[in-house]
Structure formats: C-alpha cells, structure tokens
C-alpha cells in the first residue's frame, strides 16, 4: 500500500515544477508581457471608441459609456487570450524536445497537464488582476472585497 502523503507528492511537486517554469517563462519573454498588456489596451480603446457613438443599453442607466461597458468583455478577452497562448506553450514545448523530455520523466500525465493548467490559469489571473487595475480609467473602483472575490474568480476562469 503507497503512503498517501508520498503519492500526492509525486503529483504535486512536478505540476508545481511546471507551473513555476511557465509563469517564469513568461517573465522572461518581454515580447509576451508587452502583448499581453498592450492587446488587451488597443482592443479596449479602439473598440470601445469605436463601437461607443452607436451603443445604447436597452434598460437601465444611459449613462454608461461603452467604454465601461466593455471593460468586463476585455477582461474576459484577456483570459481567453492566455488560454490560446497557454495551449501554443505546450506545441512550442513539443517542438523543442522538452514535452519529450517531461514525458520520460518517472511523472505521471496527470502532473503534467496539471501544471500546465495552473500556469496557464496563474497568468490568466494575474493579466485580468492588472487589467483591474485600470479600472478607474472606465469610471469605476471596485472595493477591496471585490477584488479578493474577483482574483479566485478570474483564476477559476483560467482554469476553464
């Protein structure tokens, strides 16, 4: 019978191992970083610029700009953005021999895809968190509560 401390640490330590490689790999791509920030900040201008003279909401308050209307949408664009990149992350790590590698290691798959998707989910959140941090641009401040519930969130949603 396997002891279960030891069993979940052959689960944990490596998908720990290769959530720390991906958030670390993204640091040190500044071309990511830089896309990262800037897309995100380009969709919302221009679009919300754009599309703003013709929006209307169809209940509630006129006052809203589509500039803060869009802003929840862009947050969303920055997760989804993370998980295409995050997916790309595992091709680059195929065609350059280190998935191979991984693979051969005495590490279950489960681990593997684990850790994966725990960076992917990490930068997701973190992107989404100082996309936040803009939000007095669009006319809002959240509190400090929602933004301790909005960061589960937004990692929850990097998990899907």
Known sequence: MSDPIVSR?????????????????????RNRIIGALA?????????????????????????????????????ILIMLFTAIFSTI???????????????AAPVSPGAIVLGKLLGGATLAALQALLFLV???????????????VLVPVFFLVGLG
């Open 89 to 103: 992350s595992v091709i680059e790590d195929r065609r350059e021999g280190f998935l191979q590698s991984v693979l």
């Open 39 to 75: 897309t995100p900040l380009v969709f919302w201008f221009l679009i919300g610029s754009g599309l703003g003279p013709s929006f209307r909401l169809p209940s509630g308050p006129q006052d809203i700009s589509y500039i803060e209307y869009f802003f929840a949408g862009t947050i």
């Open 9 to 29: 640490s052959h689960l944990w330590l490596p998908a720990a191992s290769l959530w720390k490689r991906e958030v670390v790999r993204f640091l040190r791509q």
């Open 134 to 148: 803009l939000s007095p641009i669009a006319g809002f401040v959240p509190s400090p509560l929602a933004v301790a």
